[in-house]
Nanobody
């Protein structure tokens, strides 16, 4: 069974950092792209970053200078390093297995999410 499980969320002060992890099972990172999405209360889910099966990384303009997506193929884990966090980054962050090797080809499955709260 192919699935992804997020971890690493929590409460952090503005300007702080967090690293989210997305552990994959049932497939390898060479098979599918992995994306990070987030959804704040009352807002639509939005894409944050994506890494393709060959390691090509993309991120949304709103986080491009602060968030970095990376992967460890041996651990079958994708990370989202989030620096200089702002209150508007507060959301439930979801990891998703892409439907294909490149990014932006749709989502095949979602994790359950991890909550990030940025507040003083």
């Amino acid at each position: 069974q192919m699935q992804v499980v997020e971890s690493g969320g929590g409460l952090v002060q503005p300007g702080g950092s967090l690293r989210l992890s997305c552990a994959a099972s049932g497939f390898t990172l060479d098979d599918y792209a992995i994306g990070w999405f987030r959804q704040a209360p009352g807002k639509e889910r939005e894409g944050v970053a994506c890494i393709s099966s060959v390691g090509g990384a993309n991120s949304a303009d709103s986080v491009k200078d602060r968030f970095t997506i990376s992967r460890d193929s041996a651990k079958i884990t994708v990370y989202l390093q989030m620096n200089n966090l702002k209150p508007e980054d507060s959301a439930v962050y979801y990891c998703a297995r892409g439907a294909d090797k490149p990014c932006y080809r749709g989502v095949a499955s979602w994790g359950k999410g991890t909550l990030v709260t940025v507040s003083s």
